[in-house]
């Protein structure tokens, strides 16, 4: 056993809890246990507020998970590591993910899904090995959001659920790849595959949304079709290929309608980017007949049953869906990371506020009140 695991004990410090559904989080002095088999124990370096932290907070199915410590999208830094870990040393920077890579599974194998059966997304509350906690409050424990809950000064998650990134590379800036702008950005590329010259349109331009236009501009789009009941998003959107807007609030006709009208019959994609399962069929209805694709990547508050006319499929169109962009974490990941240094890919300019922890509830406001893209939080050094 190396040095850190034996002087790995249990971490005081301090965490964004969150007591009850849409309760304000409250900075707790929480006790987080040292990493077991195959974990590692990371600093926290900044995390970001993802729309689904978010939409889990306000939801009221899941009430037995509380307390509960919520964030997904983050940098660390590494500070012990458990048994078994090879891959990770102490010091080392990594990004955390929300569904790792076993990269032994039969999904890891497959070479076609990143839907890994032994590290996927956990809704437990609880981390993958043994479905327990690694927090406590009091004596209290306090569930887990993802297998991550990065609102904490220290955070526990499998080895498997993190990446290795240069020192170089900008935490605050990074952990976007964490999740939000990776998932959009691999819709377009990997589960879309949008060929050159393609007319897209995108509902919901969030970060999520925006990734995608960012890729679709990249595969050479032609027209990339922005719609949101904000219109504020769409002067940012410009800036990641947005070619033209639509406020759904303004049309007299149901947008999809409009969309078949100025597209000639409907778009080749629609991206679903708002989480909301009525829109899924709306950006069913705005592609065209023969190979009109939709991938949808919200997750609904309410209401997970999609509906629509199986006339849609019938006629030739497709309807996929994906988690974190079809991207498998361990493999791909640093790909993405290098995008970025190299310029390629846009990160910077998604980060609209940077908060400390301490004013951790202002990105929970400035979201629910459509006032950001992504604010980013940073941990005490
Ligand atoms: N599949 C994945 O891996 C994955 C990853 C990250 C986020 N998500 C989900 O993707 C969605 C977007 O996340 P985000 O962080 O970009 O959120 P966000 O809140 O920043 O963006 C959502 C956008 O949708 C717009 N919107 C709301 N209602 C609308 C409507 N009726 N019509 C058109 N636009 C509308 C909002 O104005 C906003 O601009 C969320 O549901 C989130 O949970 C999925
Ligand atoms: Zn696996
Ligand atoms: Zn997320």
């Known amino acids: 056993m190396s040095s850190s695991i034996k002087s790995a004990g249990v971490i005081t410090c301090k965490a964004a809890v ?7 989080l409250v900075l707790e002095e929480v006790e987080v246990d040292p990493p077991k088999a195959l974990e590692i124990r990371v600093k926290v370096a900044c995390t970001s507020l993802c729309r689904s932290d978010l939409t889990q907070w306000q939801s009221q199915t899941q009430p037995d998970l509380f307390p509960r410590i919520f964030g997904h999208e983050a940098s660390g830094i590494v500070e012990s590591v458990g048994e078994g870990v090879t891959e990770f040393k102490e010091g080392d920077h990594v990004l955390t993910v929300f569904i790792g890579e076993c990269q032994s599974c039969k999904h890891c194998t497959s070479g076609k899904s990143n839907m890994c059966q032994k590290l996927g997304l956990e809704r437990r509350g609880v981390m993958h090995s043994d479905q327990k906690t690694r927090f406590r409050v009091n004596g209290r424990p306090i569930y887990h959001y993802c297998a991550v809950s990065s609102f904490s000064e220290y955070t526990v998650v499998h080895s498997g659920c993190a990446v290795k990134i240069s020192p170089s590379v900008r935490m605050d800036r990074a952990c976007l790849l964490s999740c939000g702008v990776a998932a959009g950005i691999g819709a377009a590329w990997n589960v879309a595959d949008i060929s050159k ?16 236009a960012q890729a679709a501009k990249s595969r050479g789009a032609s027209r990339i079709i922005g719609v949101d009941i904000n219109p504020e998003k769409y002067e940012k959107g410009k800036a990641f290929g947005v070619t033209e807007y639509i406020n759904p609030d303004e049309c007299k006709e149901p947008i999809q309608q409009v969309i078949k009208q100025i597209t000639d019959g409907g778009a080749d994609y629609s991206f679903e980017c708002v989480g909301d399962t009525s829109i899924v069929s709306t950006a069913l ?6 190979w009109g694709m939709t991938v949808t990547l919200g997750v609904p508050k309410t209401n997970p049953v999609v509906s629509t006319h199986y006339a849609f499929l019938l006629m030739g169109r497709t309807l996929k869906g994906s988690l974190y962009g079809g991207w498998k974490p361990k493999s791909e990941l640093p790909s993405l990371v290098d995008k970025y240094m190299k310029g390629e890919i846009q990160l910077d300019e998604l980060v609209t506020h940077d908060i400390t922890f301490a004013n951790i509830n202002e990105a929970f406001s400035l979201m629910r009140e459509g006032k950001c893209l992504r604010c980013v939080i940073h941990m005490p050094k």
Request: charged fraction near 5%; hydrophobic fraction near 35%; glycine fraction near 20%.
């Open 285 to 290: 209805q705005s592609c065209c007949d023969g």
């Open 197 to 212: 010259g393609s007319t897209v349109v995108i509902f919901g331009l969030g970060t999520v949304g925006l990734s995608v």
């Open 18 to 24: 969150a007591w009850g559904p849409e309760q304000p």
